[in-house]
């Protein structure tokens, strides 16, 4: 049974970088056709899908974040990672990782479409105050 | 890339039935069969209900179940049950490697 647990700071102050790291566990994060996700949920609000990292490095952003956004993975720790630059207020969230299950491989893009998120972390707030 | 809409709240009775729809565009739900739905209870992580439409992972009651026709999605919950008061979101891939969610649905049972 595959568990994802994220960390990292649960502050940040207004500018600095927000990093959180995902650890995977019961599985390998180098299997393929699994993407590692981050997702957030504002305070009351829905979930906003981050970007994605496959085990190659292969990395995809959500275009609202690409400027401000790197994800990255270490295989050798079995962790992926999530640094958001430039934080507001507006950053304030609940911040999951997740695994989510490719579909149909793009032979284009040369990676799996990504389908699903069968796994989840249990989520980490972090708020951003001076 | 918008959200995808989904009506704010739903409300059955025990036993009955409710439907929540997930109104995209033809980029996303109306494109791909790439459609999944969560349910989330407050304070816990989403989980996954159905995946590629209608499929359900094992574990999931057959009382949810979902559909799909143009742009809009649907999970439709039969025999409704005090434990599936919760939020439900639905997500489709949106092209181009890129996910959409949508806005949420709480679903309230009377």
């Known amino acids: 049974q595959v568990q994802l647990q994220e960390s990292g700071p649960g502050l940040v102050k207004p500018s600095q970088t927000l990093s959180l790291t995902c650890t995977v566990s019961?599985?390998?994060?180098?299997?393929?056709?699994?993407?590692w996700s981050w997702i957030r949920q504002h305070p009351g609000k829905g979930l906003e899908w981050i970007g994605y990292?496959?085990?190659?490095?292969?990395?995809y952003y959500n275009p609202s974040l690409k400027s401000r956004l790197s994800i990255s993975v270490d295989t050798s720790k079995n962790q992926f990672s999530l640094k958001l630059t430039s934080v507001t207020a507006a950053d304030t969230a609940v911040y999951y990782c997740?695994?989510?299950?490719?579909?149909?491989?793009?032979?284009?893009?040369?990676?799996?479409?990504?389908?699903?998120?069968?796994?989840w972390g249990q989520g980490t707030l972090v708020t951003v105050s001076s | 890339q918008s959200a995808l809409t989904q009506p704010r709240s739903v409300s059955g009775s025990p036993g009955q039935s409710v439907t929540i729809s997930c109104t995209g565009t033809?980029?996303?739900?109306?494109?791909?069969?790439?459609v999944s739905w969560y349910q989330q209870h407050p304070g816990k992580a989403p989980k996954l209900l159905i995946y590629?439409?209608?499929k359900r992972p094992s574990g999931v009651p057959d009382r949810f179940s979902g559909s799909k026709s143009g742009n809009t999605a649907s999970l439709t919950i039969s025999g409704l049950q005090a434990e599936d008061e919760a939020d439900y979101y639905c997500c489709s891939y949106g092209g181009r490697y890129t996910s959409v969610f949508g806005t949420g649905t709480k679903v309230t049972v009377l």
């Open positions: 997740a695994r989510d299950v490719g579909g149909d491989y793009d032979y284009v893009w040369q990676n799996y479409r990504p389908d699903y998120f069968d796994c």
């Open positions: 590629d439409v209608s």
């Open positions: 033809s980029s996303d739900v109306g494109f791909y069969d790439y």
């Open positions: 019961g599985g390998s994060i180098i299997s393929g056709g699994y993407h």
């Open positions: 990292v496959y085990y190659s490095g292969s990395t």
